[in-house]
C-alpha cells in the first residue's frame, strides 16, 4: 500500500467515533423536516414538489454510488451547493474510489448537517471498468418498475356540484414509471381533479390530464435525450427554468440551487412543463449544446381572437372551464451552450415562444409594463468561476423589452462558515415568461435587491443561519401604487443534543408597504410581520414524536396589530410487521388572513401538504402505510378540519355549508 493509501487509512480509523455519532440520527427524518421547512415559504407563487419527492424517494430505494456519481446526478439533491459537488468530484478524482461513506467528513465543505441529509441517499461500492450504456437485454431484465394510483374522496360538498361541476367530486390519478439507475425513464400519468368528469362529455377518452415522458441519458456524447414531456433548466434561470425556484429558506443550499438539466415531467403540475424534444450532446470533454422544441396547447380565455388570460390551474369542471381547455397554443424553441473546465463554467441560453394568437390581458397601472403580443426571446449568458475560497455566479439576460442581471459571491471561510452575497436587478419592463429565478416576487420584474445570508455551525451539536433581503420595486405592484421598497429578515438556529433529537427556532421579519383598503391607493403604509417557530423532534427507533409552535403578529402603521397562533403535535410508529401509522393534531387561532399559520402534515407518497389556517379551529390526520409484500403498498389518509368561529368554509364554487371538512385519500404502489 503506497502513503497516499496509508494516510488515507489512518484519518478514516480516526473518523470512525465521529461516524457512529452520525449514523445514530434518524437520517429519513433529517432530510423530511428539512424539505417541510422549504414548503412554507409565503412566496407569491405555489411550489410543487412532486417530482422532488418522487426523485428522493426513488434515491431511498436506490441509492447513489458516489464512485460512479457524475455532476447531473449529484445536482439532483437539493441540499447540496456547487462547491460541495465540485469537492466531492474532486476528492474522488484526486484519492481514487471511496472505500467508506465516512469519508465525507474529509471533503471540505461537508458539515455534519449536509452529510445527515446525504446519507440516506448514497453507498460507496468499488467500480472496477468504466461504466457504459446497458445493452437492451439488461435494460429489459433488471428495469425497475413501479405503478401508483390515488383516490381522494370528500366527505363533504361544495357549492359547486349543485349546478355548475360537470364531474365527481372525487379526485383520481394513475402513474406509470419504468426506469434504469440513470440511463433510461420512461412513464405516463394520468389525473382527473375533483369536479371533472372520467370518460364522459370532455373528457370522454377518459382522464382530464395525460403526460408522457422518456429520458435518455449517457448514450455515448449523447448526454440527454427527451422525448414527449419535459422540464428544463439553464444558468441561474434568468431565461429559463421550470423547475423549483430558489427562494429565500433556513438554508443556503436552496438559495444557492443549481440549473442546466433536462428532466422528464412526472408530476400532476399541468402547466410548467414543455412538450415536445430536447436533447444534450457533449461536442468536446468541456463543452456541451443543447436544443430543444416544444408545441402545446394551453389553457386562457379568448375573447373575439385575442387571449385576454392564461389559466395555470388545469381545472376543467364546468362548462365555463371546459371551453377555455386548449384554447390557444404555444411553441417554444432554443437551445444552450455550455463550456466546464476546472473551476469555470460559462455558458449562453436562447430561447423564442409564440402565440399563434395575440395575447393581450388587461393592464392596469401596475401591470402596465408586463408581458403582451405575439412573439417573445430572451438570450442570456451565465457564468460560475472559483477562486480558493471564493465562488462567483450569475447570468445577465435582455429580452423582447428590458433586461435583468443576477450576481453572487460564496465566500467559504472554514469547513462550516460559509457566507452568500447576492445582487439582482430586474428591469420593470423585462419580459420573461419561462424565467423563475431568486427573488422577492415570482417573476423576474420590476424588482432590484440585496441578499445576504450565513450559514455557520461552530459546534457539533448546533447550526445557526441568518439572513438578510433588502429590495425594493422601481414601479407600482399589486395593491401599491407607488414605488416602494421592503425588509426580510431571517434567523435560525438548530441544536441536537442528542443524535436523536432535534431543536429549531427560526424568526422571520418582513417589512413590506401596502396600500390602505378603501383610500383607493392615496394612503400607503408599510407592514410589519413576525413569525416565530420553536419545534423539537424526537426520534427513538421506530418512533418519532413532534411539537411545534407558532406565533404570528402582523400590523401596519395605526392599525390594531393582528396575531395567529398554532400548536401541533404529531407522532409516528413504525411496528414490528409491514405497519408505519402516523397522527397529528393541530390547534389554531388566527385574527385574520395575514396573521395566517402554516402547519404540514405527512401525506401519501409523493405529496407534500403544507396548507394555511387562518381563524379558529383545529386539525386532525391520520396516515396509515401497509406493505402487502415487497411489491404491494397501501396508504391511507383521513383527515378533518373543525372551525369553531364560522358556519361556513370558502366562497363562491368552493363554499362548504358547513364548519368542518373531511377528507380521505388512498393510494396504491406497486414495484416490480
Known amino acids: ?86 469537492n466531492l468530484l474532486a476528492y474522488i478524482y484526486l484519492h481514487g474510489q471511496m472505500q467508506t461513506i465516512y469519508e465525507l467528513s474529509l471533503i471540505a465543505g461537508m458539515d455534519k448537517y449536509t452529510i445527515d441529509l446525504l446519507l440516506p441517499f448514497i453507498h ?33 360538498r361544495r357549492e359547486g356540484y349543485r349546478k355548475k361541476y360537470l364531474g365527481t367530486p372525487m379526485y383520481h390519478s394513475l402513474k406509470y414509471k419504468y426506469h434504469y439507475g440513470e440511463y433510461l425513464q420512461v412513464g405516463f400519468t394520468a389525473e382527473k381533479d375533483a369536479g371533472e368528469p372520467l370518460f364522459a362529455l370532455h373528457n370522454r377518452k377518459g382522464y382530464d390530464y395525460y403526460s408522457f415522458h422518456l429520458l435518455l441519458r449517457n448514450l455515448g456524447r449523447l448526454r440527454t435525450l ?61 463543452l456541451c449544446a443543447s436544443l430543444f422544441y416544444s408545441y402545446r396547447p394551453m389553457d386562457g380565455v379568448v375573447e373575439e381572437g385575442i387571449i385576454t388570460s392564461i389559466r395555470k390551474t388545469g381545472l376543467h369542471r364546468s362548462q365555463a372551464e371546459a371551453e377555455q381547455r386548449n384554447a390557444f397554443a404555444r411553441q417554444t424553441m432554443g437551445g444552450n451552450i455550455q463550456y466546464d473546465k476546472g473551476e469555470l463554467h460559462i455558458g449562453a441560453t436562447g430561447i423564442y415562444y409564440a402565440f399563434n ?72 419592463n423585462y419580459w420573461a415568461m419561462l424565467a423563475r429565478p431568486f427573488g422577492e416576487g415570482s417573476t423576474p420584474q420590476n424588482e432590484n435587491g440585496w441578499y445576504v445570508a450565513a450559514e455557520v ?38 441544536y441536537t443534543p442528542k443524535p436523536d433529537i432535534v431543536m429549531t427556532v427560526n424568526y422571520r421579519y ?70 408505519k401509522l402516523s397522527i397529528q393534531g393541530t390547534w389554531f387561532h388566527t385574527d385574520d388572513y395575514d396573521s395566517r399559520v402554516y402547519a404540514s402534515e405527512r401525506g401519501v407518497l409523493y405529496n407534500l401538504y403544507t396548507p394555511s389556517y387562518s381563524g379558529r379551529g383545529f386539525r386532525f390526520s391520520c396516515v396509515a402505510g401497509y406493505n402487502l409484500n415487497k411489491r404491494w403498498m397501501l396508504l391511507a389518509k383521513i383527515g378533518e378540519t373543525l372551525y369553531r368561529d364560522r358556519n361556513t368554509i370558502g366562497s363562491g364554487n368552493d363554499l362548504i355549508h358547513h364548519n368542518r371538512k373531511a377528507d380521505i385519500q388512498l393510494q396504491l404502489q406497486a414495484k416490480f
Open 510 to 579: 418582513k417589512r413590506k408597504e401596502r396600500d390602505v383598503t378603501g383610500t383607493g391607493g392615496k394612503e400607503i403604509l408599510p407592514t410589519h410581520h413576525h413569525r416565530l417557530r420553536y419545534q423539537c423532534t424526537w426520534s427513538p427507533p421506530h418512533l418519532q414524536l413532534r411539537t411545534t409552535i407558532d406565533y404570528n403578529h402582523f400590523h401596519s402603521h395605526g392599525k390594531p396589530a393582528r396575531q395567529g397562533v398554532q400548536c401541533t403535535e404529531s407522532a409516528s410508529y413504525t411496528f414490528r410487521f409491514p405497519l
Open 124 to 156: 460507496v461500492q468499488p467500480v472496477a471498468d468504466k461504466q457504459r450504456f446497458p445493452s437492451p437485454r439488461t435494460l429489459l431484465k433488471y428495469g425497475k418498475q413501479e405503478m401508483l394510483t390515488r383516490l381522494d374522496i370528500p366527505l363533504y
Open 457 to 494: 455551525a461552530p459546534l457539533a451539536q448546533w447550526r445557526l443561519f441568518a439572513s438578510l433581503d433588502l429590495f425594493s420595486f422601481p414601479w407600482w405592484r399589486y395593491r401599491i401604487s407607488k414605488p416602494s421598497q421592503g425588509i426580510d429578515g431571517m434567523f435560525g438556529t438548530q
Open 226 to 286: 427527451a422525448l414527449g414531456d419535459y422540464r428544463l433548466s439553464f444558468g441561474q434561470g434568468l431565461v429559463i427554468g421550470t423547475g423549483i425556484r430558489p427562494g429565500k429558506s433556513y438554508s443556503l443550499a436552496t438559495v444557492d440551487r443549481h440549473g442546466n438539466d433536462i428532466r422528464g415531467h412526472t408530476a400532476t403540475d399541468e402547466y410548467n412543463f414543455f412538450r415536445g424534444a430536447a436533447a444534450t450532446v457533449k461536442v468536446t470533454p468541456n
Open 1 to 86: 500500500m503506497d502513503a497516499k493509501k496509508w494516510k488515507k487509512a489512518v484519518i478514516i480509523a480516526c473518523l470512525l467515533p465521529v461516524a457512529a455519532t452520525i449514523c445514530a440520527q434518524n437520517p429519513v427524518s433529517v432530510w423530511e423536516d428539512a424539505l417541510e421547512q422549504l414548503s412554507m415559504n409565503d412566496d407569491e407563487e405555489e411550489q410543487n414538489w412532486e417530482e422532488e419527492l418522487e426523485r428522493l424517494s426513488r434515491r431511498l430505494h436506490e441509492p447513489v454510488n458516489l464512485n460512479t456519481a457524475t455532476r447531473k446526478t449529484l445536482e439532483q439533491f437539493p441540499f447540496l451547493n456547487d462547491i460541495q459537488i465540485e
Open 357 to 428: 394568437r395575440a395575447y393581450e390581458p388587461k393592464r392596469p397601472d401596475y401591470a402596465r409594463f408586463n408581458l403582451h403580443g405575439n412573439h417573445f426571446y430572451n438570450v442570456g449568458a451565465d457564468y460560475r468561476y472559483r477562486l480558493n475560497r471564493f465562488t462567483l455566479a450569475g447570468e445577465v439576460a435582455v429580452g423582447k423589452h428590458g433586461y435583468a442581471a443576477l450576481n453572487k459571491l460564496t465566500y467559504t471561510l472554514r469547513r462550516n462558515y460559509r457566507l452568500l452575497l447576492i445582487h439582482r436587478y430586474y428591469a420593470h
